[in-house]
């Protein structure tokens, strides 16, 4: 099966998917081993009584899968009054950047922007908090507040 097929996919189908290709992408399999997993387990904020629900969380997102995996996006519209950015991973192979760049490039937005965090896959966020943090208080903190970003 093909994910483009969508709708004639069940949950399982899925999460086999998404399964597969995490775990056969080296970069995504060791970000949510080493980081994602790594900080619920080290992470002086967390304990191991909040494992439960990371995989509920999963779990979760597995059941939302399908249906966010047809959404068209250029239906939804293209058109927004606000500010509108993206930044992911250049080789997130879950949300794949180029189907992504297409729709930035057809939005219409006052302001928008569209970062590639390199040496990241789908949890950029995660792997690379630094890159990420400064897109979010050099690009879209400027649009939210007049203060200047002081280092």
């Not at 009054?81 to 950047?97: C, K, L, M, S, Y």
């Not at 970062?115 to 690379?128: G, K, N, P, V």
Request: proline share 9%.
């Amino acid at each position: 099966m093909d994910p483009s097929e969508g709708p004639s996919w069940g949950v399982e189908d899925w999460s086999q998917y998404n399964k597969h290709t995490v775990g056969s992408d080296p970069l995504t399999f060791d970000t949510i081993k080493t980081v994602v997993v790594g900080s619920l387990l080290s992470s002086p904020l967390h304990s191991l009584r909040e494992l439960p629900a990371y995989t509920k969380a999963m779990s979760f997102s597995e059941r939302v899968a399908p249906e966010s995996a047809t959404i068209d996006e250029w239906a939804e519209g293209t058109t927004f009054a606000i500010p509108f950015f993206i930044f992911q991973g250049e080789r997130d192979v879950i949300t794949p950047p180029e189907p992504v760049r297409r729709f930035f490039d057809d939005v219409t937005a006052p302001v928008k922007n569209f970062a590639l965090i390199q040496d990241a896959s789908h949890f950029a966020s995660f792997r690379h908090p630094d890159r990420f943090l400064d897109l979010m208080l050099t690009k879209v903190r400027p649009m939210l507040t007049s203060q200047p970003i002081t280092w």
